[in-house]
């Protein structure tokens, strides 16, 4: 299915290693669960767009054990692990809940990089390239909107924070453009 | 898949002499049953203008528009107004519905027009109510129902009879984002119904719930966006 690879090129705003270690806590708050339970259950509240691989569980969950906020049972006879959260997992998972997140880590976005660029290089139709960036942002946007119908709600919460910030992309390309015709007719 | 509405190389300029604007120059654009094809734009860039021309509320300057397979340029004002009626759904954004009809009056008032009884037309008004989720509403009046409801008032009224072609301006308005979402939920439906839906949004995320997205820049088409086509 197209959906589950669509990458989506978007800048996240909150690191992703945090976002997953608090999402795992949270899902291990419920109980205790096996490394690829927890990928499934991830994977199925925030949507396909959203894919974790199973290293990624383990690093984790090992990080997460060293750190005392997950504790490993013992293995069964297919050698597989349970993993419970700890007291001190609880009131991190809590802190986490109760904390809003800050901007601030957020990572240069490549894209405004290159717009910048291609106004101040001589030989870059930087009109051009709005249009094309526009219409490749529409068609995630549309894709996007594609997955969300018929998604659950967490799942449909999800796609729709990337919608919102694919849309805020959109408006910003829109107001580049009317801001470049505006100049273009009056130079400075 | 069969072509529910076509223009060809359309131009439409207002008024004449020294005051004629050209809205739209040489614009071809095609829809299929099924298909629903978003239209965006700055202010003034023909979107409200193609609709219009495309729904046969003004004629074209030059070029040919055609509604199922009819070239509405030539018909005289009367039958004009018969396909319209017959063929064709409207939603403006200030909805047009009338104060002093209820919900489900409003909603019979074409079909009226076109002759339909009142018992059926009455029949069909409580169906397309229920379909946009007001049934039960009938009975009061656009002051009685919230933004959103009226909306869905408008567009149950375009969806009434046999309409092929719906035409959307604006249709979510001043909505909130999941009222607008449910709006386009609406017009999906309708559009996998079998249905033709041409929608003017300024709105990048109720763009993305169509087929195509055609940019309008300055009365032409500037781009159009469509998914790969394995994703449809
Ligand atoms: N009846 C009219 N008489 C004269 N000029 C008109 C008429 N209707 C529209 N125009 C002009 O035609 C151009 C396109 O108008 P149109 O209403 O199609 O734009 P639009 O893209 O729908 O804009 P908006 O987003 O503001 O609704 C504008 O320059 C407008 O001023
Ligand atoms: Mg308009």
């Known amino acids: 299915m197209l959906v589950t690879r669509l990458t989506v090129r978007i800048p996240r705003m909150h690191t992703q290693y945090m976002s997953i270690r608090h999402g795992l806590l949270a899902l291990l708050s419920q109980g205790a669960r ?105 068609r995630t946007l549309q894709q996007l909107t594609k997955a969300k119908r018929g998604a659950g709600v967490a799942q449909r919460l999800v796609y729709d924070s990337m919608i919102f910030q694919a849309e805020a992309e959109q408006r910003w390309l829109d107001h580049c453009e009317s801001v470049l015709a505006a100049h273009s007719e009056r130079p400075e | ?49 193609l609709l219009n021309l495309a729904g046969g509320l003004e004629r074209a300057t030059e070029g040919t528009v055609e509604v199922e397979g009819v070239a509405i340029g030539g018909l005289p004002a009367k039958k004009l107004a018969a396909l319209r009626r017959r063929k064709v759904g409207y939603v403006f954004q200030d909805l047009n519905l009338i104060p002093s009809l209820t919900a489900a009056e409003n909603v019979m008032l074409p079909r009226e027009l076109d002759g339909v009884r009142t018992r059926k037309a009455r029949q069909e008004a409580e169906r397309a109510l229920g379909e946009v989720g007001l049934a039960g509403a009938g009975n009061r009046f656009p002051d009685e129902l919230s933004g959103g409801e009226r909306q869905r008032v408008a567009i149950a009224r375009a969806l009434t009879g046999e309409r092929r072609l719906l035409l959307a301006d604006e249709p979510t308005g001043a909505l909130d984002t999941p009222t607008g979402d449910d709006v386009l939920q609406l017009l999906r439906e309708r559009c996998d119904a079998g249905a033709a839906v041409l929608l003017v949004t300024h709105e990048p995320r109720y763009a993305a719930w169509a087929d195509r997205v055609v940019f309008l820049r300055d009365g032409a088409i500037a781009d159009t966006a469509e998914p790969m086509a394995s994703s449809r």
């Open chain 1, 34 to 138: 096996y490394g690829y339970q927890l990928r499934t259950e991830f994977e199925a509240s925030t949507g396909a767009t959203w894919p974790l691989n199973i290293g990624q569980v383990y690093t984790t969950l090992s990080r997460m054990e060293r750190d005392g906020l997950v504790a490993p049972g013992e293995q069964d006879d297919q050698g597989r692990v349970v993993y419970a959260i700890t007291e001190q997992g609880r009131s991190e998972l809590a802190r986490w809940f109760s904390t809003p997140i800050a901007q601030a880590d957020r990572p240069r976005d490549e894209l405004v990089i290159k717009l910048a660029m291609a106004v101040i290089a001589p030989d870059v139709d930087a009109a051009a390239m709005i249009q094309a960036q526009r219409s490749a942002t529409m």
């Open chain 2, 1 to 49: 898949m069969t072509t529910v509405s076509r223009l060809t190389e359309v131009t439409k300029v207002h008024g004449s002499g020294a005051s004629a604007v050209p809205a739209l120059r040489g614009v071809s654009l095609e829809v299929a049953a099924g298909e629903l094809v978003a239209v965006m734009g700055p202010s003034g860039s023909g979107k409200s203008t």
